[in-house]
């Protein structure tokens, strides 16, 4: 049995809490809103962010930073990606030498186009950070159904260690030492789903998706090899995979925000409805930066951009993305 604090109550950070105490480790479970605290401490729910999933008696709730991290053995950062950078920096103090934080949220920080991982390796120079990423939506992990992820280190002992700690009936756990490329797909498939659901809420179909899911998939691994990581990563679970399930999943907050707007709303109105982090909102610019810095052509990206930041409408975006100039799907390959 491990000792496992989880730094972050929303719907990820409750339902890997979750996940921890079946497997029969000893959680706590950290927030910095004394509300929240209060709640799921008075009624161990949450009914904005799980509804219908009781938070287990014998996971300790707590605003308290240095009783959630006296002696654990893992930290799960599960806090919203615009917020890891403050987070660790305001634990890091509390924080022992070679602690092994595994950061669960997927972003790029716009600033410095950093990781979370090289985030949090930043701050808290004493841990020992690792990944965890995949098709893994909260609501149904919360509810024990069966899910794939994967785990990155730097350390292979790290990574395989964590595996034992997650692995499950329910929750399959994979291994790889491209941490980079686990993070790069896990954050900038928030920005493709955006996309994807613009699309779903200008009315099109099952053949736009498609289309968007496979060419933004190569959009990311272009850039992703070009920064040094892996193709096969974009072709495993934190790329492709994670990229279908949150571009067709009715649990995907980036997906719903991206139909909001192509209904018609501002981007500030459909984050205001979806009443969550949409984490692609503030990955798009860093990808687009990103794109800048390592000259790859990344057309949605681009374009998902001119509709957030420039005020250009979805459907001209749709457009304007269909009639480039014609390309070759394989370059690489001879004719």
Known sequence: MAEIT???????????????HTNGHQVTLWSALPDEVKMLTETRRSPGKLPGIELPDEIA????????????DIVVMAV???FVRSTARAVSSFIRQDQIIVDVAKGIEESTLMTLSQIIAQEIPQCRPAVLSGPSHAEEVSRAIPTTCVISAKEKDVALYLQKIFLSPVFRVY?????????????????????????DGLGYGDNTKAALI?????EITRLGIRMGAKRETFYGLSGI?????TCASVHSRNRKAGFLMGQGKTMKEAMDEVQMVVEGVYSA????????????????VFEVNRILFEGKSARDAVRDLMIRDPKVETPLLPW
């Open 241 to 245: 995979g994670d990229l279908i399930v």
């Open 6 to 20: 989880v730094l972050g109550a929303g719907s990820w950070g409750m339902a890997l809490a979750i996940l921890l």
């Open 80 to 82: 919203p990606s615009p």
């Open 285 to 300: 610019k860093a990808a687009r930066q990103l794109a800048d810095k390592y000259q790859v052509e990344m057309p949605i």
């Open 214 to 218: 496979t060419r933004g998939i190569a």
């Open 61 to 72: 709730v707590t605003g308290n930073c240095g009783e959630a991290l006296r002696t654990p």
């Open 175 to 199: 291994t790889t030492p491209d941490t980079l490329g686990v993070e790069l797909g896990g954050s900038l498939k928030n920005v493709i789903a955006l996309a994807s659901g613009m699309a």
